[in-house]
């Protein structure tokens, strides 16, 4: 009878590290409390001497290089750093609960020494050597480059430009200003939002503070205290500065953390001019796709919630790992996303499911510690949305919002859904863990999406707000599920004996194959002209790739209309104002509901917003014009509806100083109490 030797070896991964156990226990006499001692007393007089020389930041990258050298994932430095980057951020926010609750909130020293003193004895415990592999391959090129030129176009429109100017790309959206508004509030009570509800309700709008996931805002805030080694943010306009800088850098990780997981996901198979494929597809839909949009729009949330389900569903697609490094990488998965983004919680929950199913031989020794740590770890990760739930969320009415949304590109995800599909359905790839794990993942994420969009359809009658979101991790899914797509394409053979002359035939088939993707999926022309001319144009009119949301971003052609009224706003002494501020600068209703929040958030008091929303129905403040005329009796009503919800008298800066002086008049002889004060925008 014929039998089938690689079948089981096959289910379990597909490269050395996924036979990996957890090793015997080391002998009692190895764990030396001399080194335990050493090694916390080390956490600690570390980040005493970095905050002294104001270089706690650099703590972050000895956090996971320390983890790095624990854990046995991955055989080259970058998937470890990877990792241990993924487990340091679900650290952050599981200890972020302690953090929030204990006397020194997100000071450096308390926080970061905790962390090493953490690692130090967990490495203690287990007796394993700090090591990390320094082996590069060279689609690492490929991973590092996407973040690179990603960062390059999206910084491109804030080079050389001051604060204030920047303001005009951190402003575009009101979803970036409630987003900040979180980041602030955590800095100031210094933890979660939700464990100091009354204390945030100054800096954001309630219920946010009880209801929105904080987990993006929390970690931000954290690495913002080591960047400028104080709890103390410095004004506003700087903060604000600094977290459009983070939620940039965090898209370019999002682009470079599909390309990685896309990679692992083909597992050791994939090489050469194959990987180069790989890498450089998922690569090019990233550049050329909708996707840039989530900056502009202000998702800030939405885009590092899909950075930690990237990676997350990567390594549960290829656990090749031992039993203690899957428990953390579960346990991360599950805490980020689902503290970052809960709406992904459901399809990380699939993925946690079909890989205990699939995988259920491997991790049969020790089942019930392994489900244990995962039960615990999803006691934790749900914490926040069961407690936001039981207090002020409607979740029925809340999942069929509307508002503006960025649509991912459909032939895309359709297309590598079904080459998804084929390439984990064929006999060879079938009988392995990772196809079995790739068709759960596509096939169950596509009902997920189905279902939740069939119920839209049921109540609402169209597809709204979030089922565009969950689209969004649809793609993601597929781009990741793209790795086992590039196992269909011939391996690589290369000729003659010599080691450079290998090189060389990899290096050109390689870059062959990255020039190719390219230009099939993101329409990089190289310089080519487009083929057809305007005779009354000085050059070819754009390639597809020249009118691309991320181009355009680069251009600053998505800068906001605020950059005047910004300008003007903090030129102003607003943290010398402690009541609320009216910012009408403009005849837009919308122009000056933007100018408001920006004052209450440049006064740390985005708070006040909830009743300032009256503003949007507020369309005077610029030159008096005739539709003003017509619709300052309007106006005026709702202006004195907002000022009467207030807790104090507002000041109104009113950009025309016609308007200004009736706004005065008018306001006191109906009794209203305001200060109101011609600010002109010049």
Wanted: overall charge positive.
């Amino acid at each position: 009878m014929a039998t089938r030797p690689a079948l089981l070896p096959s289910r379990s991964a597909e490269r050395p590290e996924a036979r990996q156990t957890d090793g015997p226990a080391p002998a009692r006499g190895e764990r030396r409390w001399s080194v335990l001692g050493g090694a916390v007393a080390a956490s600690w007089a570390l980040p005493l001497l970095l905050d002294a020389l104001g270089l706690d930041v650099v703590l972050i990258p000895v956090l996971v290089l320390a983890i790095a050298s624990l854990i046995r994932v991955g055989g080259g430095l970058l998937d470890r750093l990877v990792v241990a980057a993924f487990v340091l951020c679900g650290a952050v926010m599981t200890f972020g609960l302690l953090f929030s609750v204990w006397p020194w909130g997100l000071a450096p020293v308390p926080g970061t020494g905790f962390l090493l003193t953490v690692v130090s004895v967990c490495g203690w415990l287990s007796g394993r050597r700090p090591r990390i592999p320094l082996r590069l391959r060279g689609s690492d090129a490929l991973v590092v480059g996407t973040a690179a030129v990603v960062w390059h176009y999206m910084h491109n429109p804030l080079a050389g430009k001051s604060i204030t100017e920047r303001l005009a790309f951190f402003v575009t959206s009101e979803d970036r200003m409630g987003h900040f508004s979180y980041f602030d509030g955590i800095h100031h009570v210094g933890g979660y939002a939700f464990l100091h509800q009354e204390a945030a309700k100054t800096f954001m709008m309630t219920p946010s503070e009880a209801v929105y996931p904080q987990g993006t805002h929390f970690l931000l805030a954290w690495i913002d205290v080591l960047v400028k080694s104080s709890t103390d943010g410095g004004p506003a306009a700087e903060m604000m500065n600094r977290y459009l800088l983070y939620v940039i850098g965090a898209y370019a990780l999002l682009c470079a953390a599909l390309v990685w997981a896309a990679r692992w996901v083909g597992g050791p198979r994939l090489r050469g001019w194959r990987a180069a494929a790989v890498c450089a597809s998922v690569m090019a839909v990233m550049l050329s796709g909708s996707m840039a949009q989530l900056v502009e729009k202000g998702f800030d949330s939405e885009t590092v919630g899909l950075l930690f389900l990237a990676v997350g569903l990567a390594l549960l697609v290829r656990p090749a790992m031992g039993r203690v490094e899957f428990a953390l990488v579960g346990v991360a998965a599950l805490v980020t996303v689902t503290f970052v983004y809960n709406l992904y919680g459901a399809l990380l929950g699939l993925a946690l499911a079909a890989v205990l199913i699939v995988h259920r031989r491997r991790f049969a020794p020790r089942r019930r510690l392994l489900i244990g740590a995962l039960a615990g770890g999803t006691l934790i990760a749900g914490l926040p949305s069961v407690f936001s739930v039981l207090t002020k969320l409607d979740v029925s009415k809340t999942s069929n919002l509307a508002g503006p949304m960025v649509v991912p590109d459909r032939p895309v995800f359709i297309g590598c859904a079904l080459l998804a599909l084929l390439a984990a359905s064929l006999p060879a790839n079938r009988r392995t863990g990772t196809g079995q794990m790739v068709l759960a993942l596509v096939l169950g994420g596509i009902t997920v999406i189905g279902l939740f969009g069939a119920w839209q359809k049921h109540t609402i009658g169209y597809y709204s707000y979030y089922f565009e979101k969950l689209a969004a991790a649809g793609l993601v899914i597929t781009l990741i599920a793209v790795g086992m797509v590039g196992l269909m394409l011939p391996p690589e053979r290369l000729g003659g004996s010599s080691r450079r002359r290998r090189r060389a035939e990899r290096l050109v088939h390689s870059g062959l194959a990255t020039a190719a993707a390219l230009a099939m999926f993101a329409s990089v022309q190289f310089g080519v002209p487009t083929g057809w001319t305007d005779p009354e144009a000085r050059f070819n009119p754009p390639s597809a790739w020249y009118g691309s949301s991320m181009l355009k971003w680069a251009r600053g052609e998505s800068r906001s209309d605020m950059g005047p009224p910004a300008r003007a706003l903090t030129r102003r002494d607003l943290p010398g104002v402690s009541s609320p501020v009216i910012a009408l600068y403009s005849n837009d209703a919308y122009l000056n509901l933007k100018s408001t929040f920006l004052a209450q958030l440049l006064n740390h008091r985005a708070g006040d917003m909830v009743e300032l929303y009256e503003i949007f129905y507020v369309k005077m403040g610029g030159p008096v014009t005739a539709d003003v005329e017509k619709q300052y009796g309007t106006s005026l009503g709702h202006l004195k509806k907002a000022i009467a919800e207030l807790p104090s008298a507002p000041t109104v800066l009113v950009g025309d100083r016609a308007m200004a002086d009736r706004l005065s008049k008018d306001l006191a002889a109906a009794g209203v109490r305001a200060t109101v004060v011609h600010a002109p925008l010049k």
